[in-house]
């Protein structure tokens, strides 16, 4: 099962712009609140997280980047 996005929606306003940016697919409005299908295919990119004004989807996991 991948790991898919969480969403808050109590936070979601409806504005959709995560449904525009998810590559997979795995995203969808219904009735003005973001909707997860799962898909085999989210390699969660983050590009929706990036893009919610209102804090409303988040990753599951902390991304940490090490300095070399």
Do not use: H, Q, S
Not at 41 to 61: Q, S
Request: aromatic fraction near 4%.
């Amino acid at each position: 099962m991948p790991i898919m996005p969480i969403i808050d929606y109590a936070k979601c306003d409806g504005c959709g712009l995560c449904v525009l940016v998810c590559k997979c697919g795995a995203l969808v409005l219904n009735d003005n609140t973001v909707t997860i299908i799962e898909v085999d295919n989210c390699g969660w990119c983050t590009d929706c997280e990036l893009v919610c004004a209102t804090g409303a989807i988040r990753c599951p996991f902390e991304i940490v980047a090490l300095e070399t």
